[in-house]
């Protein structure tokens, strides 16, 4: 880089916590960004591979997967994509009260964004509960309804279960993060000059509502129904 | 604010859309309605509008490996009945391509 950076003083950003190795709280900001993108693209492959695998078993076997629309609750699957979103939501404006020194208003919005995170992970824990009922459990006494689709059919629900599943561990893992902001935050830890854990913890969750969006189409809404 | 509402209506959107039947333009349309919604989230939620150049590329980056790995997985599998044209020089016993 040819533009050469003049250090600040360093008693001024005691608050921005400037690592040494940073020329400026804005490129420590950057570096922190691309580093926590870099780790959302390896997620993106990561649940990719399984949309992948979905994909081709799905192509290959389409009139089986149409099938299973119906024991998939599109309510209960809608409601928590509803509840993703406005997760989302108040995560935006958590980061956006953190970057406005409003301590307050970051602890109610980080609070109820883990209460809409909870919120899906019981009504997730609802829909595993009637599928286990429903013998819809791949290895676990697995029955079908239509003879024809059995095999294939256990396809798809181990797709659902592997992805669904995948996805409900990140929220926890979501929720621990969110924890841990809810500490710091009540420490007064952020501000106005220092906020980076709040926006990458930000950028975590909201790609875990991104996953939700692709699965939920794709998992529950397959087969035009009657 | 918008951007939530929009958010929500897509959901709605697309899973009515879901009820209706157009044959195979039902899955393009869903993962239409979904890509926008993504891309809604990534865009103005996750603050890419706002990043350098640099992290910018390397979002598209991530997009661009997964379309490698499902359009390859996809002509692995397409690919699957084809098999060898024998030349005289080839030691294949199959000959013609089957597709």
Redesign the interface.
């Known amino acids: 880089m040819a533009e050469t950076v003049t250090p600040v003083h360093e008693a001024a950003l005691e608050h921005t916590r400037l690592r040494h190795h940073f020329a400026t709280p804005a490129q420590q900001m ?1 570096a922190a ?2 580093g926590m ?2 780790f ?2 390896t997620e ?2 990561f649940f ?2 399984m ?3 979905y ?2 078993y799905r ?2 076997y389409l009139d089986a997967f149409a099938s299973t629309s119906e024991y998939m609750n ?1 309510v209960l699957g ?1 409601t928590n ?2 509840v993703l ?2 997760s ?2 108040t ?2 404006l958590a980061v956006r009260a953190a970057q406005l020194s409003n301590r307050r208003h970051t602890t109610l919005f980080l609070i109820l964004t883990m209460i809409f995170g909870t919120t899906f992970l019981v009504i997730k824990g609802f829909e595993y509960h009637s599928k286990w009922v429903e013998h819809l459990v791949p290895g676990f006494n697995f029955h079908y309804a239509l003879p024809q689709y059995q095999q294939h059919a256990q396809i798809l629900f181990f797709l659902y279960f592997m992805m669904t599943g995948m996805h409900a561990l990140h929220m926890i893992v979501g929720l621990g993060l969110l924890t841990y902001l809810l500490v710091q935050t009540s420490r007064r830890v952020f501000s106005a000059s220092y906020f980076a854990p709040m ?1 990458m913890i ?2 975590y969750w ?2 875990v ?2 996953v939700w ?2 699965l ?3 998992l529950y ?1 397959i087969g ?2 009657r | 604010m918008l951007v939530w509402l929009t958010l929500i209506c897509l959901t709605g959107l697309t899973t009515g859309v879901s009820y209706v039947d157009l044959g195979w333009m039902n899955i393009v349309v869903a993962l239409f309605i979904a890509v926008s919604k993504a891309s809604l989230v990534a865009w103005i939620f996750m603050g890419v509008r706002h990043t350098t150049s640099l992290t910018k590329l390397f979002v598209v980056a991530g997009l661009v490996w997964l379309s490698i790995m499902i359009l390859v997985t996809f002509s692995d599998y397409s690919s699957r009945s084809w098999t060898y044209q024998a030349q005289p020089w080839s030691h294949n016993a199959a000959g013609g391509k089957s597709r």
């Open positions: 950057d960004t691309l993108w870099t959302l693209i993106v492959l990719g591979g949309f992948a695998s994909a081709v192509n290959l599109v809608g994509t509803a979103i406005c989302s939501l995560m935006v926006e930000g950028l909201h790609f509502d991104i969006i692709f939920f189409p794709l809404l035009h129904r």
